[in-house]
T-cell receptor, first 120, second 113 residues
Framework: GAVVSQHPSWVICKSGTSVKIECRSL??????MFWYRQFPKQSLMLMAT?????????EQGVEKDKFLINHASLTLSTLTVTSAHPEDSSFYIC????????????????FGEGSRLTVL | AQSVSQHNHHVILSEAASLELGCNYS??????LFWYVQYPGQHLQLLLK??????LVKGIKGFEAEFIKSKFSFNLRKPSVQWSDTAEYFC???????????FGTGTRLKVLA
């Protein structure tokens, strides 16, 4: 199956610094990638949809200037948490969708390993 | 707003017991339905999916799910669980109109050997 790799898997940073998380599709081209945030004992919350070559589409309540998303190529999307604060500590997961032949409306998601961010 | 409900947050079973995890969604249009599983320390991965056709879907590792449109449900079942099924299970709905996936809160399954 398709492989999505996320890096780093965990990161600890000081309050006020910025952290970049990378999401790569290793053996397929992903025109669309999704960034999720998962709180303990809660579901995955969609933060934004990242489209290659265009601006990301953010969900309501997600700060665009706080969570910068760049999808510069068909195999790489990055999430940068700017001026991180302790409340940004969370588990961030990316996923990519393959496109089945002849249809843009179906396709399972392939997930990265997730990145656990701890802001001190 | 579209939502997905998983009624059981934690389930503990003994090996060989039967499993059924509930999943209900709220959306009246065409949906694609998924169950994903996350084993300890691993990625989320697809267990099974329903797009159309036979509402009884068979997935990997002996899992199956039944889509009941009238009940807006997509329950996951396995007749006999194994210790290796210990994981967290997420139901998800893909809305082909909005191109968005909505996940349930997950069910943490622990199978006792």
């Amino acid at each position: 199956g398709a492989v999505v790799s996320q890096h780093p898997s965990w990161v600890i940073c000081k309050s006020g610094t910025s952290v970049k998380i990378e999401c790569r599709s290793l053996d397929f081209q992903a025109t669309t990638m999704f960034w999720y945030r998962q709180f303990p004992k809660q579901s995955l919350m969609l933060m934004a949809t990242s489209n290659e070559g265009s601006k990301a589409t953010y969900e309501q309540g997600v700060e665009k200037d706080k969570f910068l998303i760049n999808h510069a190529s068909l195999t790489l999307s990055t999430l940068t948490v700017t001026s991180a604060h302790p409340e940004d500590s969370s588990f961030y997961i990316c996923s990519a969708r393959t496109q089945t032949t002849g249809s843009l409306n179906t396709g399972e998601l392939f997930f990265g390993e997730g990145s656990r961010l701890t802001v001190l | 707003a579209q939502s997905v409900s998983q009624h059981n947050h934690h389930v503990i079973l003994s090996e060989a017991a039967s499993l059924e995890l509930g999943c209900n969604y709220s959306y009246g249009g065409t949906v694609n339905l998924f169950w994903y599983v996350q084993y300890p320390g691993q990625h989320l991965q697809l267990l099974l999916k329903y797009f159309s056709g036979d509402p009884l879907v068979k997935g990997i590792k002996g899992f199956e799910a039944e889509f009941i449109k009238s009940k807006f449900s997509f329950n996951l079942r396995k007749p006999s669980v194994q210790w290796s099924d210990t994981a967290e299970y997420f139901c998800a709905v893909y809305n082909s109109g909005t191109y968005k996936y909505i996940f349930g809160t997950g069910t943490r399954l622990k199978v006792l050997a």
